[in-house]
């Protein structure tokens, strides 16, 4: 059985702070190519094939990598509407959207908040007549009092992995 990481259990910095340069440059390797062999990573970074094997094993197990999936270029599939969807709900939470079916085909990310809203969705739809049935949707829950709803014009960024982590000490 997988071990689960608990922020409440634990601080993350202890988490970084069992990572060493190689860990670090082993996690970049892999965030720019998923599919890289551990061969490969061990030719680029002057290590054996099991110490990479080891690593990777290592940060698997201690949930810094979660899993390893495609980046999918969600345009290539039909959807071009991204949409921000503020939610104010009775009892603060909006985990309940990952669990219904109707959703699922359009969930990106749902967070709960602080602020204005108790959540935010980021969805991706096909055209604004998919959109405007998610929203119908959505309104017709016991639990979502209100909506406020954001189309993205252009997307500046949007990316998955770990880039944005500064892995300098």
Same mark, same amino acid.
Request: hydrophobic share 40%; proline share 1%; charged share 30%.
């Given at each position: 059985m997988k071990e689960e990481y608990n922020v409440f259990e634990e601080e993350p910095e202890n988490l970084a702070l069992s990572m060493d340069n190689l860990d670090k440059k082993i996690l970049e390797l892999? /965030?720019?190519d998923g599919r890289k /062999?551990? *061969?490969k +990573? /061990? *030719?680029e970074l002057g290590v054996s094939v099991?110490? !990479?094997h080891n690593r990777v094993d290592k940060l698997t197990k201690t949930g810094i990598i979660n899993k390893f999936v495609p980046v999918i270029n969600?345009?290539?599939l039909g959807y071009t509407l991204t949409a921000i969807i503020g939610l104010e709900i009775k009892g603060g939470s !909006? /985990?309940?959207l990952t669990d219904k079916e109707e959703f699922k085909d359009n969930?990106?990310?749902v967070y709960d908040v602080t602020g204005q809203f108790d959540g935010i969705v980021i969805a991706k739809f096909r055209n604004t007549f998919e959109l405007n049935k998610f929203i119908k949707l959505l309104l017709k829950e016991d639990t979502v009092i209100r909506s406020y709803t954001q189309t993205v014009l252009n997307i500046v960024k949007e990316e998955l992995n770990t880039s944005? +982590?500064?892995f300098e000490d």
């Amino acid at each position: 059985m997988k071990e689960e990481y608990n922020v409440f259990e634990e601080e993350p910095e202890n988490l970084a702070l069992s990572m060493d340069n190689l860990d670090k440059k082993i996690l970049e390797l892999l /965030s720019d190519d998923g599919r890289k /062999s551990y *061969r490969k +990573i /061990s *030719r680029e970074l002057g290590v054996s094939v099991g110490t !990479v094997h080891n690593r990777v094993d290592k940060l698997t197990k201690t949930g810094i990598i979660n899993k390893f999936v495609p980046v999918i270029n969600h345009e290539k599939l039909g959807y071009t509407l991204t949409a921000i969807i503020g939610l104010e709900i009775k009892g603060g939470s !909006v /985990s309940f959207l990952t669990d219904k079916e109707e959703f699922k085909d359009n969930l990106l990310a749902v967070y709960d908040v602080t602020g204005q809203f108790d959540g935010i969705v980021i969805a991706k739809f096909r055209n604004t007549f998919e959109l405007n049935k998610f929203i119908k949707l959505l309104l017709k829950e016991d639990t979502v009092i209100r909506s406020y709803t954001q189309t993205v014009l252009n997307i500046v960024k949007e990316e998955l992995n770990t880039s944005m +982590i500064n892995f300098e000490d």
